[in-house]
């Protein structure tokens, strides 16, 4: 069992910057493929960064690429994704999920954890 929670939610202007954790606890976080999830009001969720376990490799939505950084300290069972040139659509929920098996790069089938999400509000 995993259990995760995020934070460093919040409101900021576009342009801005936010860091958001997700502090994992209850088994070997090293072992666990880590990811970044959104969902804006009336729309699916979709992935938004992955960092995989092991050698970290990582993996971004297109629509975040060159914005967002995903990083992991498996030292301190934290996740973090770092946004910077925060635009109003990045505006959503944003869940950390955890799996240790394989799967598609943003399949939500495959990740068995997920935190309770954090607010990002982004206005113009």
């Known amino acids: 069992q995993v259990q995760l929670v995020e934070s460093g939610g919040g409101s900021v202007q576009a342009g801005g910057s936010l860091r958001l954790s997700c502090a994992a606890s209850?088994?070997?976080?090293?072992?666990?493929?880590m990811a970044w999830f959104r969902q804006a009001p009336g729309k699916q969720r979709e992935g938004v960064a992955l960092i995989s376990a092991g050698p970290g490799f990582t993996y971004y939505a297109d629509s975040v690429k060159g914005r967002f950084t995903v990083s992991r300290d498996n030292t301190k069972n934290t996740l973090y994704l770092q946004m910077n040139s925060l635009k109003p659509e990045d505006t959503a929920m944003y869940y950390c999920a955890a799996r240790n098996n394989g799967g598609g790069w943003f399949d939500e089938k495959s990740f068995n954890y997920w935190g309770q999400g954090t607010q990002v509000t982004v206005s113009s």
């Open positions: 209850g088994d070997t976080f090293s072992r666990y493929s």
